[in-house]
């Protein structure tokens, strides 16, 4: 196995580097952020161990790089900011793990060992489909029916949020913080102002509604009834 430590600390590199390199896996240290995030996208390693905080290019840039360019390499992110917003960034960065320093090499070794006993982190997908609602996630358009919808750049991610969770109903706080980025504020309507919008591009004039509320929980966008 090989191993790429994208890690500015020189002793916590050399410790990183020496572990893997007893256990048999070759490791490949580099301390710039930029340098690491060109290494990562040669697709040469089998596992990436990023610090959270790098010259040149921070670790949660680089993991969003390579989860825009739909590289599935694993990704673990080691950093000393260990609060649990931080883990939560992290891992919806695209980070698959999340280990907080100081640790013990063994839990480092358990951690990359099952990230790589993992299937690829996904596939590369390229359209969503719920009824006749397509959305061509390469060329960012959507037709129903055949018919173009045009939308905004923020009702685009809230319909493939909702497309990407299909027959599934998501709370205002899933869509608050998922399409958002935010915390859930009980006071804002913000969420029920865009599915409003996006009801009139996506339903209206259409026989049969796909978004859906259901009361107390939140909404689903589903083809049949």
């Given at each position: 196995?090989?191993?790429?430590?994208?890690?500015?600390?020189?002793?916590?590199?050399?410790?990183?580097?020496k572990?893997?390199?007893?256990?048999?896996?070759?490791?490949?240290?580099?301390?710039?952020g930029?340098?690491?995030?060109?290494?990562?996208?040669?697709?040469?390693?089998?596992?990436?161990v990023?610090?959270?905080?790098?010259?040149?290019?921070?670790?949660?840039?680089?993991?969003?790089?390579?989860?825009?360019?739909?590289?599935?390499?694993?990704?673990?992110?080691?950093?000393?900011?260990?609060?649990?917003?931080?883990?939560?960034?992290?891992?919806r960065?695209?980070?698959?793990?999340?280990?907080?320093?100081p640790?013990?090499?063994?839990?480092?070794?358990?951690?990359?060992?099952?990230?790589?006993?993992?299937?690829?982190?996904?596939?590369?997908?390229t359209?969503?489909?719920?009824?006749?609602?397509?959305?061509?996630?390469?060329?960012?358009?959507?037709?129903?029916?055949?018919?173009?919808?045009?939308?905004?750049?923020?009702?685009?991610k809230?319909?493939?949020?909702?497309?990407?969770?299909?027959?599934?109903?998501?709370?205002?706080?899933?869509?608050?913080?998922?399409?958002?980025?935010?915390?859930?504020d009980?006071?804002?309507?913000?969420v029920?102002?865009?599915?409003?919008?996006?009801?009139?591009?996506?339903?209206?004039?259409?026989?049969?509604?796909?978004?859906?509320?259901?009361?107390g929980?939140?909404?689903?966008i589903?083809?049949?009834?």
């Amino acid at each position: 196995m090989r191993i790429l430590v994208i890690e500015d600390d020189d002793k916590t590199a050399e410790y990183i580097v020496k572990g893997l390199t007893e256990s048999g896996m070759v490791a490949d240290r580099v301390a710039d952020g930029r340098d690491g995030l060109h290494m990562a996208t040669g697709g040469q390693y089998d596992a990436v161990v990023v610090d959270r905080m790098l010259p040149g290019l921070d670790g949660l840039a680089i993991v969003r790089a390579l989860r825009a360019a739909e590289i599935p390499v694993p990704v673990l992110i080691v950093s000393a900011l260990a609060h649990v917003d931080e883990r939560v960034t992290g891992l919806r960065a695209g980070g698959d793990d999340y280990l907080t320093k100081p640790f013990a090499f063994s839990e480092l070794q358990a951690r990359l060992e099952a990230l790589l006993r993992r299937p690829p982190a996904f596939q590369q997908q390229t359209a969503l489909q719920v009824g006749d609602l397509r959305m061509d996630l390469l060329a960012r358009k959507v037709n129903r029916g055949g018919r173009p919808i045009d939308l905004r750049p923020q009702e685009y991610k809230l319909l493939e949020y909702l497309m990407q969770n299909a027959d599934k109903v998501v709370t205002r706080t899933m869509l608050f913080e998922g399409v958002w980025d935010f915390h859930f504020d009980p006071q804002t309507n913000v969420v029920d102002v865009h599915i409003s919008r996006l009801r009139q591009k996506i339903d209206k004039g259409f026989d049969k509604p796909l978004i859906h509320t259901h009361r107390g929980g939140g909404y689903c966008i589903r083809a049949d009834d």
